[in-house]
């Protein structure tokens, strides 16, 4: 029989009737795991036995039912005496006697996930600089750049896992607000595709974002209505401009028609 497994947590095995897979391929300690799966011709009440290893070593065991419709799914909680090994896990699940199917995923235990908090130091032009402060968990911080075109910021990472990164934004330099001062979504971008955010905190002088990234991940860009206070002059003045040109055509057109 042969077992085909791909890399991002997903098997199938060939000839067989059942498959199974994971809701990600990385987990860190306090995870949990999704596993599910599909059987294509049900054996009676026959269920799945699933059985989770790390270097041969049995980590969980279980029985999980079928739906009639041959699906099936189960979780897995990544903590205890068990998961103390950092590396690859395998999990195989055999339904009645010869079909059998396997998926892999990576684990990391909480010692060992690299995790940084700090300060850095971000230029504003005219206006000097300010520091945000970050935590990252599974990459590095490179660079926090203003872009004032999209009246935002753009976070170089190097991610060396599947992570996340926490952004205290002070809304002196940046904020996301609507017409009548409440705060707006801020817009966020990883590698130039919209996601998703959390907004753990929001205070007057900062809010906090917590962002989730892959593996792979490069670039974070984090777009408001505002960010630092020249710019917001240079706005002003092609405001006042547009304005003005508005206003000499406006003119212009009255003193044709007379």
């Not at 991002?8 to 599910?36: C, H, K, P, R």
């Not at 103390?84 to 009645?96: A, D, M």
């Not at 850095?120 to 402060?133: H, K, P, Q």
């Amino acid at each position: 029989m042969i077992i085909a497994v791909t890399s991002m947590g997903t098997a199938f095995a060939d000839g067989s009737l059942i498959s199974v897979q994971t809701d990600n391929g990385n987990y860190d300690e306090g995870d949990t795991i999704v596993i599910s799966g599909k059987v294509n011709t049900l054996i009676g009440d026959t269920q799945v036995t699933l059985q989770l290893f790390q270097e041969g070593t049995l980590v969980s065991i279980d029985q999980i039912k079928v739906a009639q419709d041959g699906n099936y799914s189960t979780t897995i909680n990544a903590w205890g005496p068990l998961w103390q090994t950092q590396g690859e896990y395998i999990i195989k699940v055999v339904y009645g006697e010869d079909n059998i199917a396997e998926t892999l995923f990576n684990y990391t235990p909480k010692s060992d996930i690299l995790e940084i908090t700090d300060n850095l130091e971000v230029t504003a032009g005219d206006s000097g600089t300010f520091d945000i402060r970050y935590t990252i968990r599974g990459g590095t911080v490179e660079t926090i750049d203003v872009e004032p075109e999209n009246f935002g910021l753009l976070v170089k990472i190097n991610s060396l896992d599947d992570g996340k990164i926490i952004l205290e934004l002070p809304r002196e330099f940046i904020d996301a607000e609507k017409q009548n001062g409440k705060d707006e979504e801020f817009i966020i971008l990883i590698n130039n595709i919209q996601t998703t955010y959390e907004e753990s905190s929001s205070f007057s002088e900062f809010r906090t974002l917590a962002i989730n990234f892959d593996q792979g991940d490069s670039e974070i860009q984090i777009i408001g209505t505002y960010v630092i206070p020249e710019f917001g002059t240079i706005v002003m003045i092609i405001l006042t401009i547009g304005i003005m040109t508005s206003i000499l055509l406006t003119k212009n057109k009255f003193q044709i028609k007379i």
